[in-house]
């Protein structure tokens, strides 16, 4: 693995918010405080250039090859995020100027009044659709796997779901009390997640009508504490249910500090919370977890090298560590089923690398993975400091990229090959870390490849897999480890305030309400924050 920052003008040396590959192309889309959108495109160099320039000029010894296309002006205010569509063709961005902007593709030279890179442009992106409905500055966004829709989360407190075709809002979600800082939706089309910094997580259900349009249900489960003394009766009945004899002294009646919440407040320093589904839909991570650590917890068995540690001192040594949480995907509406982590910093977004591989083997010995899946799956964690790479094999990260930044991290992404992530900072710039050839593993091949593209936009939303059960734990299980639970088989499927690192005037709001069948609803109070020492 080869990891350096790309010291290039990015966003003309504003902070970068938001990074995102094409999933069938080079091409790689940033936003910036600058209030612009940029195309480029990033190639992986070969091993021999290389080495070869390594001998020749350091300055040109980038594991990448990065080549400017296009520059998309159209907002008024810093761009907080973009996003390729799944089919590649379009690009939606948003930010703080409330307004949602639909990119396409164009062979029709667009100049922008006042833009300086007109000329070295290599292709032209139009506006096909300016959207509005939020009233606040808008932090995230996600597209549907079927590309007709997408949903967008902003400090007006909701989450708006948006008709590509009909260009408007279908339905505002207004179910937390404060930022909506991350939102997913399920490959498989089933759920959608919303992430805020009320310290809740929620999920909502998605079916089709009769004419195959999207309804989207009310709150299914909203996720705002663990309740530990629940929590751990039911890990030991699933364990007893599989016939694991070795049950961990975690499994012991909780005494105290039963019931704790899961997320960070909004004073954490952070625009974001990305949380993220697994490309098969069978896993959902969450950042800004807390986990409050007891005299139950069977402390003695977790591991104290330097990795597990993951990241530094001052996290380790506290009673409340800084955790990203799974939830299975048949227990979505439930307790999460693990948690990983100890972070010195608060981890801000998740991302799974596009490709599966072939669980490890030592000595012909296939390691069962911690969640009985028949592939390893990998993917990043980004905190405010590090980025942290893990597979679903094991417990422990697999590698750390740290100190490559001089201020918080951003934004991840996994190119689509799997071979290439890349990370944006608050100090102007990206960096990557580059893998070689099957480094991260072989490609696992034992199920048919997602359709193309063009073919994904026009798929319905799909019934839910079967369900299986997890592999049993070789050995007791720590605080660091996986939570042995149920998970279901996951299939390819043919789916269908805090305050901010960099000052920046809020945009206003503008005088138009929001559209939905929900516009009507009276506006939530907010609630006063509540410390965790006191729960």
């Known amino acids: 693995m080869k990891a350096k920052p790309i010291e290039i003008n990015w966003h003309d040396r504003e902070a970068v918010y938001s990074v995102d590959f094409s999933p069938n192309s080079n091409r790689v889309v940033t936003a910036g405080a600058d209030g612009t959108v940029r195309i480029w495109s990033i190639v ?26 296009s520059e998309l002006k159209r907002h008024t205010a810093p761009v907080n995020v973009a996003r390729f569509s799944p089919s590649g063709l379009y690009i939606a961005s948003a930010g703080d100027d409330t307004n949602v902007i639909i990119w396409k593709p164009t062979d029709v030279k667009q100049v922008t009044f006042g833009s300086g890179n007109a000329d070295y442009e290599k292709e032209s992106w139009v506006a096909h659709a300016i959207l509005r409905g939020h009233t606040k500055e808008i932090y995230d966004l996600a597209w549907s796997p079927c590309g007709r829709y997408f949903i967008t989360g902003a400090i007006d407190n909701t989450a708006c779901v948006w008709n590509l075709e009909e260009k408007k809002c279908i339905k505002v979600l207004a179910d937390h009390t404060h930022y909506v800082q991350g939102v997913a939706w399920d490959p498989l089309g089933k759920y959608i997640a919303t ?92 950042p800004a977890g807390l986990y409050k650590q007891t005299n139950d917890d069977n402390v003695a068995d977790m591991d104290t090298d330097d990795t597990s540690s993951h990241g530094g001192d ?26 990983f982590g100890n972070y010195s910093k608060a981890a801000i977004a998740v991302k799974y690398s596009p490709v599966k591989y072939q669980l490890r083997s030592k000595r012909g010995i296939v390691k069962p993975s911690q969640f009985a899946l028949p592939y390893r799956m990998v993917f990043a964690v980004a905190t405010q400091d590090a980025v942290f790479v893990y597979d679903t094999q094991q417990s422990k990260p697999l590698c750390m990229l740290s100190g490559m930044h001089y201020a918080s991290i951003t934004d991840i992404s996994w190119s689509s090959d799997g071979n290439v992530l890349m990370l944006t900072s608050n100090d102007g710039y990206c960096s990557v870390a580059v893998y070689d050839k099957e480094e991260l593993g072989i490609p696992y091949e034992g199920e048919s490849a997602r359709p193309a593209g063009d073919m994904l936009e026009k798929m319905p939303i799909v019934q839910e897999p079967p369900q299986i059960k997890t592999a049993e734990q070789p050995r007791p299980l720590t605080a660091l480890d996986t939570w042995a639970r149920k998970v279901e088989s996951p299939t390819i499927a043919p789916a269908t305030s805090p305050s901010r690192d960099n000052k920046r005037p809020m945009a206003a709001a503008p005088a138009e309400a929001k559209p939905g069948e929900n516009s009507q609803q009276k506006k939530k109070r907010r609630i006063a924050p509540t410390l965790i020492s006191s729960l």
Request: charged share 15%.
């Open 44 to 69: 992986q160099r070969a091993q021999s250039a290389a080495v070869s320039e390594l001998s020749t000029s350091a300055n040109t010894n980038m594991p990448v090859e990065v080549d400017f296309l």
């Open 314 to 339: 001052g996290a380790a040594n506290n009673d409340t560590q800084n955790t990203i949480y799974v939830y299975a995907r048949n227990t979505v509406t439930q307790q999460p089923v693990a948690f």
């Open 195 to 286: 992430q805020s910094s009320d310290r809740s997580v929620a999920m909502y259900k998605c079916t089709n009508d009769n004419h195959g349009n999207l309804v989207i249900g009310s709150c299914a489960k909203k996720h705002y504490k663990l309740d530990r003394s629940k929590l751990l009766s039911n890990i030991a009945k699933g364990m007893q249910e599989d016939n694991v004899t070795n049950l961990p002294s975690t499994t012991a009646p909780a005494t105290s500090g039963q019931t704790f919440r899961l997320f960070q407040d909004e004073n954490l320093v952070s625009f974001f919370r990305r949380l993220a589904f697994s490309n098969d839909g069978a896993l959902l991570i969450t």
